[in-house]
Nanobody, 111 residues
Framework: VQLQASGGGLAQSGGSLRLSCEAT??????MAWYREAPGKQRELVATIRSGRNTDYPDSVKGRFTISIGRSKNILNLQMDSLKPEDTAVYYCNSPGMTYAWGPGTLVTVSS
């Protein structure tokens, strides 16, 4: 399974971006978004289980929304009220990180 994340780019503080992750050959049910900022460990930023139950760390709660597309092979992350500390490479994977990591997509938030 290859996971391809896209949608990253440059945003201003307070702005929005929408990330997508696509895979072929599988239907997303339990998935997650992670991010890795320069010099920091990769961290979990959003989880979706059974296609609808979501969970977020306090750092992004109320600003990020994870969802699975109708086609079931697209995972989305709507990011609003972006902050400079959201700058990172964003990756998708299962909550157990069972798939090979894709290249991720870079999000840069300017102040």
């Amino acid at each position: 399974v290859q996971l391809q994340a896209s949608g990253g780019g440059l945003a201003q503080s307070g702005g929005s971006l929408r990330l997508s992750c696509e895979a072929t050959g599988i239907a997303f049910v339990n998935m997650a978004w992670y991010r890795e900022a320069p010099g920091k460990q990769r961290e979990l930023v959003a989880t979706i289980r059974s296609g609808r139950n979501t969970d977020y760390p306090d750092s992004v709660k109320g600003r990020f929304t994870i969802s699975i597309g109708r086609s079931k092979n697209i995972l989305n992350l709507q990011m609003d009220s972006l902050k400079p500390e959201d700058t990172a490479v964003y990756y998708c994977n299962s909550p157990g990180m069972t798939y090979a990591w894709g290249p991720g997509t870079l999000v840069t938030v300017s102040s």
